[in-house]
């Protein structure tokens, strides 16, 4: 390896070596402390045994010993499930002597010519984890010189494991053994809590994940140990201690394809989940089969090694792409878990084959502790706790980077402002300026518009008047001289319309304040009768029911609309017949005015048809004026 290529290993490799260092320390110490002083660790050098026919014999044998092998065989055990130990006791200050049995599933103890204890996991009906159940077996004083165990075979070659000390001593002991256990899971299930509460907040699976191969870690960490079983017997805990190290991988393969999304091929997501799937398997099968349980169990261990395998790829592949502080980390830390892991499943879990083999190629591997496992795993959850950390640093920076481009963004932000709130002062005095003109022009506006509009109502309402007075003016002009009674007879009219005249000047009024008392169709009505009485002319009416809530607008434009119509159909077109609709539905107000006049030739409209016209068209309706067979027609519509 070069020299440039150790300076971009050196990340690595110094994590390797801190964890490695670590690892090597914790276990000595854990060796040291844990040693007592005041208990004797019985040695299986000088038991004998012999074949038992069941658990509940009566009491040891007088002959039949054997002392050629420490336990039976295989095919010895298969023939007699059930076994005597013979242990020599050495004697010793004891106040208050117990034996501490271990690796035993079930188990009496014969001293002093009887039995000083009993346990049957049949009769109890129990599922243990043999490695972390014990047993506190009475002897009494004076101390004989042997103790007799009734074992039942378990299911690995496993001699079982004895001390003898007095009972305060040992429950010490266990308390001391187990204190870097709590201290562990406390950790641990803080560290998952912690995960749980930022889940909660940013929900990213990579703290749910984290937080499950935390409380896994923690929970297996504070099961697996002799101090509980002090404070509660229940022995089904550690029994599912295996379960728990599969949901373990499960999350830590989750936690790592969190952290590398772009490492983490397809293989390794489907290996997930089929790790997933076994575990929750695994653990439905645990609560009914014991033999289902075990099975599941042997198959976990080739799976496991497949894990790491696509585990160190993955993470290898994430290192080699970036070479960073997050990948370095995260590649020391999975491999000093690794390393420790498989270590402890194939000497502790009894791996065929394997776990002979390797505790023949290292010996000093029987002296490993048994809950090392667990602080590997706090050592990479604090790689991991690194790897998180880092980002949120890094994410701080960004986020302040972020803050000072956006205080400049502001800042110039805030000059624009400033210098566009200037403009707009200007531009506001202008406005103001304009306005004042645009408010004189308007008022010029509406008071030209409010003359035309008096001076179309005039046109309207006087127009038609004069037509009939010129009609009766011109008729009595005829008369003079031929028929005196009759001109002034037409003389008399004359006055009469033009009296009418006011009074429509009055009305028109009246429509223009907007009175709300005015009866269209009574109104029109009048104009019809009057407009044939004075003018001589013939009108058909036909007048339906209109809405009452008709407004003072629309009734102005209807009634004005039918005082335009006549005025122009007699005094243009000359008509001497009218027909007159006025309908309404709920599409709106039809009218209808047709003569019999000249016929109609499509021009330019004058003042009257003109005001006319926007009128209806400031109500939203319509207007046509079109040639009739002969004469014309003028229709409108509007909106109800």
């Avoid at 049995?101 to 010519?113: E, Q, T, Y």
Wanted: charged share 20%.
């Amino acid at each position: 390896m070069t020299r440039a290529s150790w300076r971009h290993h050196w990340p690595l490799l110094r994590a390797l070596m801190i964890l490695f260092a670590a690892i090597c320390t914790i276990s000595s110490i854990l060796n040291l402390i844990r040693d007592p002083d005041n208990l004797l660790r019985l040695r299986n050098d000088g038991w004998d045994w012999a074949p038992a026919s069941s658990l509940y014999e009566p009491a040891p044998p007088e002959s039949g010993w054997r002392s050629d092998s420490p336990m039976p065989s295989r095919s010895e055990s298969a023939e007699a499930p059930y076994y005597w130990l013979r242990i020599p006791l050495k004697e010793d200050n004891w106040n208050d002597p117990y034996l501490m049995i271990n690796n035993v599933s079930s188990v009496r103890v014969w001293a002093s010519g009887e039995w000083t204890y009993e346990y049957d996991l049949k009769k109890r009906r129990d599922r243990i984890n043999m490695g972390y159940h014990w047993n506190l077996a009475k002897i009494p004083e004076p101390l004989p010189s042997d103790a007799y165990l009734l074992l039942k075979t378990p299911r690995q070659d496993l001699l079982p494991w004895i001390m003898i000390g007095n009972r305060a001593d040992l429950l010490e002991f266990m308390i001391r053994r187990d204190t870097d256990n709590l201290l562990i899971a406390a950790l641990l299930l803080f560290c998952g809590l912690v995960s749980i509460g930022v889940f909660a907040v940013r929900r990213e699976k990579l703290y749910l994940y984290f937080f499950l191969l935390c409380f896994i870690g923690g929970g297996s960490s504070l099961i697996r140990n002799f101090t509980l079983k002090i404070l509660w017997d229940y022995r089904w805990l550690s029994y599912f201690q295996t379960v728990g190290l599969m949901f373990g991988v499960a999350a830590f393969m989750g936690v790592v394809e969190a952290l590398f999304p772009r490492a983490c091929g397809r293989s390794a997501r489907i290996l997930k989940r089929v790790m997933l799937g076994l575990s929750s398997v695994t653990l439905g099968v645990s609560l009914v089969s014991l033999n289902g349980y075990n099975a599941l169990t042997f198959v976990f261990y080739p799976l496991f090694f497949l894990v790491i395998v696509s585990l160190f790829h993955t993470v290898w592949r994430a290192y080699r792409n970036g070479r960073d502080v997050e990948s370095a980390w995260m590649l020391a830390g999975f491999s000093t878990m690794t390393g420790v892991a498989c270590v402890h499943v194939l000497h502790f879990m009894q791996v065929p084959f394997l776990s002979d083999w390797l505790r023949m190629l290292v010996p000093a591997l029987k002296r490993m502790p048994t809950d090392l496992i667990f602080w590997g795993l706090l050592l990479n959850v604090f790689c991991i706790v690194r790897v998180i950390v880092h980002r949120f640093g890094r994410m701080n920076r960004q986020l302040a980077e972020f803050n000072r481009d956006l205080e400049l963004l502001v800042a110039e932000r805030t000059a624009e402002l400033r210098q566009s709130s200037t403009e707009l002062e200007a531009a506001n005095e202008k406005l103001s300026s304009s306005m004042k003109e645009t408010a004189e022009a308007m008022a010029e506006t509406m008071v030209l518009e409010e003359r035309r509009r008096i001076t179309g109502a005039i046109h309207d309402t006087v127009g038609h008047v004069l037509t009939a007075t010129l009609v009766q003016l011109e008729a009595a002009k005829r008369l003079i001289g031929r028929d005196d009674a009759l001109s002034m007879e037409k003389m008399n009219a004359s006055q009469q319309l033009v009296s009418k005249g006011l009074d429509e000047i009055r009305l028109s009024a009246l429509l223009q304040n907007g009175s709300s008392t005015f009866d269209l169709s009574t109104a029109m009505q009048e104009l019809i009768r009057d407009t044939k009485n004075l003018t001589g002319i013939s009108i058909e009416s036909r007048i339906g029911e209109l809405p009452g809530d008709l407004s003072t607008v629309h009734k102005r434009v209807l009634y004005q609309a039918l005082q335009e119509g006549l005025t122009n159909g007699i005094r243009h077109g000359e008509g001497k017949r009218f027909e007159f609709t006025l309908s309404a539905d709920e599409k709106g107000i039809r009218f209808r005015l047709a003569n019999d006049g000249r016929t109609y030739s499509p021009s330019e409209f004058g003042f009257g048809l003109k005001a006319m016209a926007e009128r209806v068209a400031q109500l939203g309706g319509r207007m046509k004026v079109e040639p009739g067979e002969p004469g014309c027609i003028l229709e409108l519509t509007l909106p109800a």
